[in-house]
């Protein structure tokens, strides 16, 4: 229980922290959701492709359950800034 909201806070801080960056560097209101969602999803992938490399398909296995955490919260996001137009 514990792995699965260390993994969700995990995710949904890369989605803050992008945004944020974006913030800081004024970028407009939709490079800011685009740059969070590219942090929050982006080191799943990553984990993936080098665990999947350098070890094999066992160790790549929370990597892999991780990009699909990410998904799932990145898509919440969806209907809430949908609704800003």
């Known amino acids: 229980m514990c792995n699965r909201i ?3 806070f995990s995710n949904i801080l890369g989605l803050i922290l992008g945004y ?5 560097c004024r970028f407009d209101i939709l490079r800011k959701r685009a740059l969070a ?3 929050g999803m982006q080191n799943a992938g ?4 080098l665990a999947l490399k350098h070890f094999n398909e066992r160790a ?3 990597s ?3 990009v699909f955490v990410s998904i799932f919260t990145a898509s919440l996001l969806v209907p809430l800034w949908s ?3």
Do not use: H, N, R
């Open 6 to 8: 260390l993994t969700a």
């Open 20 to 24: 944020v960056v974006g913030y800081m």
């Open 37 to 39: 969602i590219e942090i």
């Open 46 to 49: 990553l984990g993936s492709v």
């Open 60 to 62: 790549a296995l929370p």
């Open 64 to 66: 892999v359950i991780f």
């Open 83 to 85: 609704q800003d137009k």
